[in-house]
């Protein structure tokens, strides 16, 4: 016959035990293993189906930032300026269809254009607003340090092959304009549809950019003040959301693909690395 008091020690032991053993192997479970990231193939399919729309997002991004900075030499403060074919204002040219409207409120100028074409439309809705010191201008922009600039783009485009729908929203505020490196921050979001026929099925693909950008700063050619520049720095991070949706008779297919883009702006280069699960592209993209 056993020593009770024996059994009740074993007993014990035997508990403790247990539970060291649970808590080392609930730790070891729980150790969150990062996947081991391995170089793409720029030519592999998956990445081919986005890389045009990414190089795409890097340069429309550049663009919004210094598309406001050119401005302050042509702003349109009479909407008729845009009938004018030689006008360097990027709403214009007119067409006889087309319509806008300029409005000046509470420091902001803004600008409505609707351009209709046989195919389709395009829309901007953009605001601006020029600072000095923080004090926002109705006219004479020389001197601004500052520059705000809110940003609404839609195309919608139909051909015999494709029908496109695209939306661009940007939130840019510039500082530091009066020298010769302005700097700009914000945000922006992309969506765009494209909706076509392959191999006897109906296809959507939808491409939604979420970006951030951070101190890209913008070094001007001091002969064309900011009409032009020379080089651009800084980051831009984007989460993309790509999506196929593939329909044949009563059967559909979804696929979706949550992809990190990283950008580093270096002088001339956009320096691009896209992840998609544990596989990354890296390349570069001419500004």
């Not at 992309?190 to 939808?206: F, K, L, M, N, P």
Request: charged residues 20%; aromatic residues 14%; contains cysteine.
């Amino acid at each position: 016959m056993y020593n009770k008091k024996f059994l009740g020690v074993l007993t014990v032991l035997f508990g403790i035990g247990f539970v060291l053993l649970f808590t080392m192997f609930w730790a070891c479970s729980s150790d969150i293993v990062s996947p081991i990231m391995v170089e793409g193939d720029l030519d592999d399919p998956i990445f081919t189906a986005v890389r045009g729309d990414v190089d795409d997002m890097v340069d429309s991004i550049i663009h919004n930032i210094h598309n406001p900075l050119t401005n302050p030499w042509g702003f349109p403060l009479d909407s008729s300026d845009l009938q004018d074919p030689d006008t360097d204002i990027w709403w214009g040219p007119m067409n006889p269809n087309d319509s806008s409207d300029y409005d000046y409120s509470d420091g902001w100028h803004t600008m409505y254009v609707i351009h209709l074409t046989a195919s389709g439309s395009e829309i901007f809705y953009d605001s601006m607003s020029f600072l000095i010191d923080g004090r926002p201008l109705q006219n004479n922009f020389a001197g601004i340090d500052e520059i705000k600039y809110r940003g609404s783009y839609s195309l919608d485009n139909s051909t015999a092959n494709e029908d496109i729908t695209l939306d661009f929203l940007t939130r840019a505020d510039i500082s530091d304009v009066d020298t010769y490196v302005a700097s700009a921050s914000g945000t922006g979001e992309i969506i765009i549809t494209r909706s076509y026929g392959q191999y006897g099925s109906d296809v959507t693909e939808e491409f939604d950019f979420d970006i951030t950008f951070g101190e890209v700063e913008l070094t001007r050619n001091f002969l064309f003040d900011w009409d032009y520049y020379s080089r651009v720095d800084g980051l831009i991070e984007s989460n993309l959301t790509y999506t196929v949706e593939t329909t044949n008779g009563d059967d559909t297919n979804i696929i979706q693909q949550d992809w990190i883009i990283e950008i580093t702006l270096n002088g001339t280069i956009a320096e691009v690395k896209a992840t998609y699960n544990n596989i990354q592209w890296t390349f570069d993209h001419s500004l």
